[in-house]
Every structure is written in C-alpha cells, then in structure tokens.
C-alpha cells in the first residue's frame, strides 16, 4: 500500500504528467507503478508510458475537480 511520501514522489518524478487529466497510474501485479498517457489511446503522436519526469507536453489538460480521471 502506498503512503502519502511515496504518493507525492511520485507525483513529482511524474512531472506535468501528474496534474494532467490524461494520466492514469496503473500498477503490475508485482506492485509496480506506470504511469499512462491515455491521449495515446487517440493520438499516436503521444508515447503510452512516456520517460518520466515528463518536463512539457502539448496535450497536458488540468485535472477537474473531483479526481484525476481521464475524459473520455
């Protein structure tokens, strides 16, 4: 289980990603955490698990309020 220290490290090692509405933390059955751009799922031009930290990006859209769920 993740702890808030462990939460915003990785928050801040995702870079922009983390307050995109687009990202989507996804972890591996070995407890391994990924963190996924569901832009690619439309736009080929954007990598589905790209390098982090992520420093700036074109499609980045701000999280709603209310949670950090993709549009769909």
């Not at 870079?15 to 070995?30: F, K, M």
């Not at 963190?35 to 999280?63: H, I, K, M, N, Q």
């Amino acid at each position: 289980m993740m702890n808030d220290r462990d939460s915003n490290e990785q928050a801040a090692a995702a870079g922009v990603c983390a307050g995109c509405a687009y990202h989507r933390w996804i972890t591996s059955d070995r407890g391994s955490r990924f963190l996924r751009c569901e832009r690619s799922r439309t736009d080929p031009d954007y990598p589905r698990f790209p390098v982090l930290p992520v420093r700036a990006c074109r499609g980045w859209a701000p999280v709603k309020a209310g949670g950090d769920d993709a549009p769909r």
